[in-house]
Structure formats: structure tokens, C-alpha cells
């Protein structure tokens, strides 16, 4: 089960590694058939620390890194931003993200 954060534990998750956040909200249904997609592929790459993000909790985080349309995934190595995606990605689309 990938870990969901807040916005006082962001800045800090995401300043070391390769992590990957998941941006979503409860009520996306879209988001909701991400959700396996991304627990799938966090199992299977250790070597990325994966997250979620509920954007309605965290509007402040979505303002800052711009997420207007969900779900979003943000790709961070060592605390800066490389790529963002908008839309539901399957298994094989977010792994060529992120490699």
C-alpha cells in the first residue's frame, strides 16, 4: 500500500531519491483506476519511493506544482520536479516516465 502524505510531510518525502507522487482526489473516478496501477508498479520498483497526494487535503501543493486536472503524477529526483503527467496512465506508460 503506497503511503498518502500531507503538506507537512511533502517537502521532506520528496527531497532525496526518485520518488513519485500519485496527485488525486477521493472522488476522481479516473483516480480511483490509477490507484492499483500505481501500488502494482511501486512493488515492483523498490528503488522508487512512491506516494499519493489528495489534492483537495493539500491545495496548496497542487497550486504550487500547478495540478489543475487529476490525476497528475509528479516524478521528483532529489527534490526537483523532472516530469509531470496529466491523465490515467497505464503500468508500462508511468515505468517509461520515470526510467
Known amino acids: 500500500m503506497v503511503k498518502e502524505l500531507n ?3 511533502f517537502s521532506e518525502a520528496i527531497k ?6 500519485d496527485c488525486f482526489a477521493p472522488w476522481c ?5 490509477l490507484s492499483p496501477i500505481i501500488d502494482e508498479v511501486a512493488s515492483e520498483l523498490t528503488d522508487y519511493t512512491f506516494y499519493k497526494l489528495n489534492v483537495d487535503d493539500n491545495a496548496s501543493i497542487a497550486e504550487e506544482y500547478q495540478i489543475f486536472s487529476i490525476p497528475t503524477i509528479l516524478y521528483f529526483k532529489d527534490g526537483k520536479l523532472e516530469k509531470k503527467k496529466i491523465g490515467l496512465l497505464n503500468k ?3 515505468i517509461s516516465m520515470i526510467k
Open 7 to 9: 503538506e507537512v510531510e
Open 16 to 21: 532525496e531519491g526518485n520518488v513519485v507522487v
Open 29 to 33: 473516478g479516473p483516480c480511483k483506476m
Open 92 to 94: 508500462e506508460e508511468i
